[in-house]
């Protein structure tokens, strides 16, 4: 099956910085890809929807100018968390949908955990 | 708008014996898919299995099949000849035709006892 990595897997930083982390699809390509937001025990929420050369559609309450999501090609996206704070720990998830397939799939990263101290 | 609901925040089995997970969903799409994931303690969200809503016919991937039923608006999976490695959370989701966004239930945290 497809394959989506996530970079970096875990991640420790201090309250007030940036931190970028990034989604790649390994072998194929996506046109659309997905970013989840895990707290503990819980569901998965979905953030936004990044779509390849066009801004990224957040859903309701998911604060844009925290959460920055570019998607600058067909298999990367990038989230980047703008100062961090520790309400923002938690493990964050991205998923990317296969052209090729005939039914439009979602495959998952492995998800990174944030950590702001 | 969409919702997914499973009722059950916990189940256990034994090893070998089978399991009903329990999902329901509210939708007035027409066109849709319904999943089942499972997220191991690694939190790799694995698909399970998926089913189309025009087709009347259960999906089926080995141990897991599912119920669904479309005008009750209810996925159930059934875990058959349970394993040490089904241990895990089950997610049911839910896509609409048009949207192409996944709604996930709260999950069920599954336990299967050796």
Redesign the interface.
Known sequence: GAVVSQHPSRVICKSGTSVKIECRSLDFQATTMFWYRQFPKKSLMLMATSNEGSKATYEQGVEKDKFLINHASLTLSTLTVTSAHPEDSSFYICSARDLGEAYNEQFFGPGTRLTVL | AQTVTQSQPEMSVQEAETVTLSCTYDTSENNY?LFWYKQPP??????VI?QEAYKQQNATENRFSVNFQKAAKSFSLKISDSQLGDTAMY?CAFEADSS????????T?LLVRP
């Open positions: 898919y690694s939190r790799q969200m694995i698909l998926r997610f192409y966004k996944l709604i996930f239930g709260s999950g945290r």
